[in-house]
């Protein structure tokens, strides 16, 4: 194990109303094999926050407040980040589970890098009791990889950045995306164009997905969101294959919504731009009524999203 006691991380952890999993994530956190300071920010967004959870301990303190930022995860976790006393910021979603060296090992693989001020590790999907391993590619890690596929190997439940580079050069998570959705994209995305990344490479965090997801079929936020980031990085519109992911993607969510038209304009769109894109048929199949729950569950057991 690598001993960085010089190096104290902050894990910032937005939750609301998901107790037990809550409890979960923060042990996890707290028994990490890692010899440096461990602070847990545990941010309660829209709920009433557990006092009892707070603990003074030198080594492994955690911290409970509330979100005093915009309604949701994104202004969550800036209220943690804010807050935040290591010169590391770590996340964790509510309902993932850090697995035994997950810290240490990705501090191993900054010091390998050299210059990274960021890094990012393996993890194992779990869907329906089945944990599918999916690990990044370091070489594919750039703001041109990111802007071409939204890597889902790469999940914010593994993020660690420095601080100070966060504050200070990338900047804090976007809080205008509609619904939080895709802030975490957003933030891989401005975070390759300020450093590179390491990349700690074997499953080391359990990403749990289940219809208990705050973002579950919520087909008009995802859409507007997309379009959000189309806007933002228009870095997008040099991507056939990016724009149509992205349209693949917006076509999914206009057939769940119902808008048949304007989902079949999406699919030609992005038929145009890429025409071996793997959602074209999927949107299809929903635009045809196949209900776009089945469809998502089918893309989750083997790993995947939508």
Not at 270 to 280: D, H
Not at 284 to 293: K, T
Request: net charge negative; aromatic share 8%; glycine share 6%.
């Amino acid at each position: 194990m690598t001993n960085r006691k010089e190096e104290s991380v902050s894990v910032v952890i937005a939750t609301r109303d998901r107790p037990e999993l809550l409890r979960r994530a923060l042990e996890a956190v707290r028994s990490q094999d890692y010899a440096g300071r461990i602070e847990t920010v545990l941010v309660f967004d829209r709920s009433e926050p557990d006092q009892t959870l707070v603990s003074n301990d030198t080594n492994r303190p955690v911290v409970v407040t509330t979100n005093s930022r915009t309604p949701g995860l994104a202004g969550a976790r800036n209220s943690g980040i804010s807050q935040a006393s290591g010169d590391w910021i770590a996340l964790c979603d509510d309902d993932d589970e850090w697995l035994e060296g997950k810290l240490a090992k990705q501090f191993e693989a900054i010091a390998a890098h050299g210059s990274a001020k960021a890094a990012c590790t393996g993890i194992f999907i779990r869907y329906q009791e089945n944990d599918t391993a999916r690990i990044p590619d370091p070489k594919r890690l750039t703001f041109e990889g990111f802007i071409e596929d939204r890597m889902t190997e790469v999940h914010p439940s593994s993020w660690l950045v420095h601080k100070q580079t966060l504050v200070d050069d990338i900047g804090l998570v976007d809080e205008e995306i509609p619904g939080s959705y895709a802030e975490d994209y957003d933030l891989f995305l401005r975070t390759a164009k300020v450093t590179e990344i390491a990349v700690a490479d074997e499953p080391l965090v359990r990403v749990w997905w289940h219809g208990a997801s705050f973002f579950f079929e919520r087909w008009k936020m995802i859409d507007d969101a997309l379009q959000y980031l189309l806007d933002k990085h228009p870095e997008f519109a040099e991507s056939k294959k990016g724009t149509a992911r992205i349209a693949g993607q917006q076509a999914v969510a206009k057939a769940a919504m119902g808008q048949r038209k304007a989902a079949l304009r999406q699919v030609v769109a992005t038929f145009k731009r890429n025409p071996l894109e793997k959602r074209l048929p999927l949107a299809l199949a929903v635009a045809a009524g196949l209900p776009a729950e089945k469809a998502l569950a089918l893309a989750h057991k083997v790993g995947k999203g939508i």
